[in-house]
């Protein structure tokens, strides 16, 4: 049975029906009976857990074979890396109790980088939190995802403005979320190696002012990128709900993408490219919204 951790995100639960459509038995892990009953519509089995409760992850897991995991990230975190290690050791001793054979987990470009990334980090340290477990360890490293834009959606279409941490014209590698969940419900099926990395992106890079032009398509009217000052990016974040740690981490991110250390290893990894544009994907989320 396919196991699959943050089944009501915008990735798990897309790796879910991408499974299920597959033919797939699928148990769908969230954290309220609300969500569980979403999934259950699906033709998914469901496990009620959150990943700081041991016992109750071990429960999740049984009769599983292939596990997806991903860590959680709400910005919130008191400590944001001393609560990503919990959870990963909890991951770990939940595997081992229940004889998972085989992780795909949801990592991110840059986590070959060991310090100095902010969130990032929480990708490495995922990389390296299942070594010696003597089971099959795939790793997918997504692209930025163009989900990320939608949260100026609405400001867009009022002012015309799309904030952006990047300079305008700098090109980020993009993909759409939905790629990547079709990518790794296709890994969860396949034979990889154990330690196989994937460096997974869209089918090019965008810059903020691109994205804007992007948003200027869909909407109708002229939005304009706006990068938001150094000076102000901790009273933004702190603004938006995020805790001192957690700003300290996003900032460290933001910092190593501007500094161009958030991109592909190309060393000793798979490169691989899907094909949905940000014209599309912001289209059809326009749309939905």
Known sequence: MNIVLGASGQVGSAIVSNLLHKGQTVKGIVRNEEKAAILKSKGADTAIADAHNLPALKAAFRNGSTLFALTPETGKEKDVLGETNDI?????????????????????????????????????????????????????????????????????????????????????????????????????????????????????????????????????????????????????????GFSPDGVKNFIEMTLAVIDGRSGPEGHGTISAQKNTTLQDYVQKAAKAA
């Open 88 to 240: 990963l050791v909890n991951y770990r001793v939940a595997a081992e109790a229940t004889g998972i054979q085989k992780i795909v987990a949801l990592s991110s470009m840059g986590a070959q980088h060991s310090e100095g990334t902010g969130n990032l980090l929480m990708s490495h340290m995922l990389e390296h939190a299942f070594n010696g477990m003597g089971i099959t360890r795939v790793f997918v490293r997504p692209a930025y995802y163009y989900s990320n834009w939608m949260n100026y959606l609405d400001l867009a279409k009022e002012q015309g403005i799309l904030p952006t941490f990047f300079p305008v014209d700098m090109k980020v590698m993009m993909i759409s979320p939905e790629d990547v969940a079709a990518f790794v419900a296709e890994t969860m099926l396949g034979n990889d190696e154990d330690g196989t990395i994937y460096e997974l992106a869209g089918p090019t890079s965008y810059s903020s002012a691109e994205v804007a032009a992007v948003f200027s398509n869909v909407l109708g009217k002229e939005v304009k990128a706006q990068q938001i000052p150094r000076e102000q990016w901790d009273a933004t974040l702190a603004g938006i």
